[in-house]
């Protein structure tokens, strides 16, 4: 089966050295084809996708070094090996340093032929293979978000719907003690819930993020920050802790996608609140400031020690335990700070131990003509 | 009112069904199951239901979507109030409960997350029949 044969292509301006290289070939599991100058050889590295390419470094037209850097920019799994008839070190090295597999210097017998091509067959299936075993590694991080998604949060959701349903059922038979027992349950397996969003959140962030870039509009910050608010209420009233609104009248939009921009302001806010005392406050601000505009998210809470803050955008980060003991994921800021970077953001972080933390979002302001 | 409601379930979590029906049933409505997508359609297809709550994560993906798209085509179909309930907010991309940002599939449906609070999914599907019928008084 042709398809099976490994494609040689030979680019040289030297018509015997193609004929010969053909002849030497010939008969071997090859399928050959060759070029007389750059142009004609970069013409074939599309048609004909060779695995490797021989490429003679001197020749009219286009250079070697030149076709050398063309064709791999075109695919660089391709195996480049140059031919070079005045066998300087210096130019094999200078054509090794841009990215040729080998080189064979003229003249060569058709044993080193042979050898060198086997030789470059070979890097070509290693390079193919790597290639391949990285994508499978890309699918299979894709696939465990799948896996994380149905096989684990399908039973969990059965369990918490069944226990809501049982709840429901004795309503007017249980006791306090055991209703309160039903409720921590519910509690539990809420977490867990949202444990598992986290986890697929961080896990499909990277390509998520890619995403949302496609359909970036004008977004309005007030109401990204109205809507992280509501996001935490349950939590904020939970602790009494009032969260104190200043945002600049004439702020501008940024160009973003909202939802994911509440997301990480979402994180931030509970945050501030898991770390806070019961009754404290929180203060959140957005002005545009120069060509940014600048979201600020303030706590009175325990704060970050100093050796510490380096780490807190990393993922599983978790901070020393807060005043009540909750912990986190570990994972609210660091996906925060893949989605402020998407919007060609910033974060910026200032805290003291004991005294408290200040986020700063920076975010671009929508440019005109955009 | 909900007595005589008939409704059908579609979802491959026959765990996750029994949840459901232990709120539905005492609610009075009288509901039938599918566990996959095919039987699920047939029952559609051979019987009138009120209202058809429906899962989008079976089988080999999202093929509660595929039956949603096959309802929309049909006249008859289409007019049935639809409950998705899927475990999938972030596919589905909508933040925050009560606000669904998803595409309707049918004249009447909206979208709940799973596991779902009993007092929302009666009142989901009570409010969803109620809409579908002031739609067919109003259209005829």
Do not use: A, R, S, T
């Given at each position: 089966m042709v398809e099976d044969k490994s494609k040689i292509l030979i680019i040289d301006d030297e018509e015997v050295v193609l004929d010969s290289c053909t002849q030497i070939l010939e008969g071997g599991p090859y399928q050959v084809a060759t070029a007389m100058d750059g142009t004609f050889g970069l013409e074939l590295v599309q048609?004909?996708?060779?695995?490797v390419v021989f490429v003679d470094l001197?020749?009219?037209?286009?250079?070697g070094f030149e076709v050398l850097d063309r064709i791999h920019s075109f695919d660089p799994t391709i195996v480049a090996i140059v031919i070079t008839g005045y066998a300087t070190v210096n130019s094999a090295v200078e054509a090794i340093k841009k990215g040729a597999y080998d080189f064979l210097p003229k003249p060569f017998t058709p044993d080193e032929f042979r050898v060198i091509t086997r030789r470059g067959l070979e890097r070509r299936k290693l390079v193919t293979e790597t290639t391949a075993l990285r994508r499978e590694r890309e699918m299979l991080r894709d696939q465990f978000a799948a896996i994380l998604s149905h096989e684990l949060k399908s039973p969990i959701s059965a369990v918490q719907q069944n226990l809501f349903a049982l709840e429901s059922q004795l309503s007017d038979q249980l006791d306090e003690e055991q209703s309160n027992r039903i409720t921590r349950m519910k509690s539990s397996i809420d977490d867990l819930l949202k444990l598992i969003h986290t986890w697929l959140r961080v896990v499909s962030a990277d390509a998520d993020i890619q995403k949302i870039q496609e359909d970036f509009q004008p977004t309005s910050i007030e109401s990204v920050i109205t809507k992280a608010i509501e996001g935490v209420q349950t939590q904020s009233t939970r602790k009494d802790i009032e969260i104190q609104i200043k945002i600049e009248e004439t702020l501008r939009p940024t160009h973003g996608d909202e939802i994911t921009l509440v997301e990480a302001l979402v994180n931030l806010l509970s945050n501030a609140i898991k770390y806070s005392r019961m009754g404290s406050k929180i203060f959140v601000t957005a002005e545009d400031k120069d060509d940014e505009i600048l979201i600020s998210v303030a706590d009175r809470g325990v704060g970050i020690s100093e050796e510490d803050l380096p780490f807190?955008?990393?993922?599983?980060y978790v901070g020393e335990a807060s005043p009540d003991g909750e912990r986190g994921s570990g994972l609210g800021l660091g996906i925060t700070k893949r989605i402020v970077e998407a919007h060609n953001g910033s974060i910026s972080v200032d805290s003291a131990l004991g005294k408290g933390s200040t986020f700063v979002i920076h975010l671009p302001l929508v440019t005109p003509n955009r | 009112m909900t007595e005589g409601k008939k409704l059908l379930i579609i979802d491959d979590d026959p765990d996750f069904v029994e949840g459901i029906l232990a709120i539905l049933e005492p609610a009075g409505y009288d509901v039938e199951t599918a566990y996959n997508p095919k039987d699920g359609f047939d029952a559609l297809e051979s019987k009138h239901y009120d209202l058809l709550l429906l899962d989008i994560m079976m089988g080999r993906g999202a093929e509660g979507v595929m039956i949603a798209r096959k309802m929309r085509k049909d006249p008859k179909l289409r007019q049935i109030p639809v409950l998705i309930i899927t475990g999938i907010r972030e596919q589905i991309a909508y933040?925050?409960?009560?606000g669904p940002v998803h595409?309707?599939?049918?004249d009447v449906d909206e979208l709940v997350e799973k596991p779902v609070e009993p007092e929302l999914l009666l009142d989901r599907v009570s409010a969803l029949i109620e809409a579908s019928e002031e739609r067919k008084a109003e259209g005829s």
């Open positions: 048609e004909f996708h060779p695995d001197k020749m009219p037209g286009i250079q807190i955008f990393g993922d599983f | 933040l925050f409960p009560g595409p309707h599939f049918v």
